[in-house]
């Protein structure tokens, strides 16, 4: 079946009601797509962006045995979960530690299910063992405020990957929704340097496109990208260009494509969308330098009437706090409904297998490449040169 034949039954409005919406699997019983991907119980499978759990979970309660059971079904080896607060330096930091203790919790209460992610060998350990490791990120670098040394007390505490800004300005820099385009500024060129130090990884989603290619030239070893769209085929502030993806490939970074309103300018976005932008990042980075970061939980939303309105209300809130970008709309979910399952990011492989991407290229995208990148960043040893672009 061509993308444009599924766009065509998978098309519906944000209005439609789910079992209106098929999912990718639902389609591929009714049909017999081509490839050969043999699924990826042998892969590292990683999602630079997301959360274990229920879109509608209440804060800080205990994991559901749903979320547990999903995250189990995943097939995810590991997953980047946001730990600090945004767009607030009055209580980002406070925050940010409860979130940690809170994952911290839930990982002693389910240690056959969770594990931590420090280091290259604990993303071996948790493929092993059948685990979901959690990567404990920052989406906004507010939590460190004006203190460097605060690098050191989050590197402790298991933070591993640090976003420089969210959408606004702030003392790192100007984020994508900034109309100054300020760029990096001396302490935000401080705290790269602090990082590099350190081994933990530079993240530039949310970041203005100043700040995007100055932070890469700044930063001594390869950094990621974890959660964005291209802007060749939607022009929105939260994707990135050409020059910024291949400027980051030619560092030996890392780019993962979200499932997000973003991926288009109007309308709501489906798996060929998805495919779409990871076809053109490919073709603009190469192969090495391409993942997944779906911006997500690992859960399936359930598309219902309470889910709508929590939706309308987070999108209210936040464009009050001001931190909303171009594409955010109650009537625009934050999901790709064909591809609402816990293995999603199988059905991706299998969707890219039947467009004739190879197996190898296929392991790469959903994982390979960042677990790469973690092994070159978190490592003391000097990051091996970034490997050749493959197209």
């Known amino acids: 079946m061509s993308l444009d034949r599924r766009r065509f039954l998978l098309g519906m409005s944000a209005a439609a009601s789910a079992p209106l919406w098929l999912s990718m699997r639902e389609v591929f019983a009714k049909t017999e797509p081509g490839g050969s991907w043999p699924g990826y119980a042998g892969a590292t499978v990683i999602d630079a962006l997301g959360s274990p ?25 590991a997953i980047n979960v946001t730990v600090s607060g945004v767009g607030s330096y009055a209580t980002n930091t406070e925050e940010t530690i409860r979130n940690i203790a809170y994952w911290n919790a839930q990982i002693a209460a389910h ?8 280091t290259a060998a604990d993303l071996d350990r948790a493929k092993r063992d059948g685990r979901l490791g ?32 969210y959408n606004r300005r702030n003392l790192i820099g100007d984020g994508c929704l900034e109309p100054g385009n300020a760029g990096l500024s001396t302490f935000g060129q401080q705290l790269i340097e ?14 203005g496109e100043r700040t995007t290619r100055e932070a890469i030239a700044r930063s001594k070893v390869p950094i990621a990208i974890t959660h964005t769209g291209c802007a060749a085929l939607a022009a929105l502030p939260r994707n990135k260009t050409d ?4 400027a980051l490939a030619e560092k030996g970074g890392v780019a993962g494509i979200y499932l997000m309103p973003f991926l288009r300018e109007k309308g709501q976005p489906m798996a060929d969308d998805l495919i779409a ?91 390979g490449n960042f677990a790469r990148l973690f092994a070159q960043t978190w490592s003391p040893a000097p990051a091996t040169p970034p490997p050749a672009r493959k197209v």
């Open 53 to 77: 759990g229920e879109y509608n979970a209440e804060a800080y309660a205990p994991m559901s045995a749903k979320a547990l059971a999903d995250a189990r079904a995943s097939g995810l080896t």
């Open 243 to 246: 020059a910024e993806l291949r």
């Open 134 to 165: 959690l990567v404990y990120g920052f989406q906004d670098a507010t939590p460190i405020g004006e203190d460097l040394d605060r690098v050191a007390l989050f590197d402790e505490l298991g933070v591993r990957v640090f976003q420089l800004t």
């Open 194 to 207: 602090r990082l590099n130090e350190r081994h933990l990884l530079v993240d530039l989603s949310h970041a």
């Open 277 to 367: 932008h990871i076809e053109h990042a490919v073709r603009t980075c190469g192969e090495e330098h391409v993942g997944i970061g779906s911006d997500g939980t690992i859960s399936p939303i359930d598309f219902n009437a309470e889910f709508k309105r929590k939706h309308a209300e987070d999108v209210a809130d936040r464009r009050a706090r001001g931190i909303s970008a171009p594409g955010e709309d109650a009537n625009v979910y934050t999901f790709v409904p064909d591809l609402n399952s816990a293995d999603r990011l199988d059905t991706v492989a299998h969707l890219l297998s039947a467009r004739g991407h190879s197996d190898s290229r296929i392991a790469k995208i959903i994982g």
């Open 111 to 118: 240690p056959e299910a969770l594990c931590l992610i420090r």
